[in-house]
């Protein structure tokens, strides 16, 4: 297992454009999260997948993002109309249960860039 | 709702010099306590964890013991080296409920130099 990937690994778009990224998990984690992290801070959390199902999401996930995990395997962010505000990290973890036995393995990330 | 405060940074050390990263949280629950680590380039990697009151989670000659009664879980390192020069960070997962995200600290940035 190559772990958690995560695609493209940068983005530079300009404002107003639509972006998705791509994240696939270990194979057999069931869970599956989506954290943001801009210069200076750390990781905050988006949205959680227990398989295919979006079960909860945070205020910091306006409705210019959708997630998507179809099928419970990889999942997708989109962000519509992007703002300059959205330039971060975007960071996808997954773990197996809670996580909180084994951990979260954590993606290398998406770079997004708006201009 | 839960928080983890980190102390400042940045933190430069010599080469085989004695380190400790403070970390306290605030958490609702029965939270487990992590340290990530995020080297140049690179994504967040567990580095340690510790699930419970009194536990010690250890790896890579890096300890840390989550101290209830304090809300603390300050790594500590008896001699760094030029490879730890890297970014950490300290998170909890509070599992009251069925999410168990994480919520981080800021993040310190670690420089050892030879």
């Known amino acids: 297992d190559t772990g958690v990937s995560q695609d493209p690994r940068h983005k530079i778009t300009k404002r107003g454009q639509n972006v998705t990224f791509r994240c696939d998990p270990i194979?057999?984690?069931?869970?599956l999260y989506w954290y943001r992290q801009t210069l200076g801070q750390g990781p905050e959390f988006l949205t959680y997948f227990q398989n295919e199902a979006q079960l909860e999401k945070s205020r910091l996930l306006s409705d210019r993002f959708s997630a998507e995990r179809p099928k419970g395997s990889f999942s997708t962010l989109e962000i519509q109309r992007t703002e300059q505000g959205d330039s971060a990290m975007y960071l996808c973890a997954s773990s197996s249960g809670t996580g909180e036995r084994y951990g979260y393995t954590f993606g290398s990330g998406t770079r997004l860039t708006v201009v | 709702g839960n928080s983890v405060t980190q102390m400042e940074g940045p933190v430069t050390l010599s080469e085989e010099a004695f380190l400790t990263i403070n970390c306290t949280y605030t958490?609702?629950?029965?939270?487990?306590l992590f340290w990530y680590v995020q080297y140049p380039g690179e994504g967040l990697q567990l580095l340690l964890k510790?699930?419970?009151?009194?536990d010690k989670g250890s790896n890579k000659g890096f300890e840390a013991t989550y101290r209830k009664e304090t809300t603390s879980f300050h790594l500590e390192k008896g001699s760094v080296q030029v490879s730890d020069s890297a970014v950490y960070f300290c998170a909890l997962s509070d599992s009251n409920g069925a999410n168990s995200k994480l919520t981080f600290g800021k993040g310190i940035t670690l420089s050892v130099r030879p």
């Open positions: 194979s057999e984690h069931n869970r």
């Open positions: 958490a609702t629950g029965y939270p487990s």
């Open positions: 510790a699930t419970k009151a009194d």
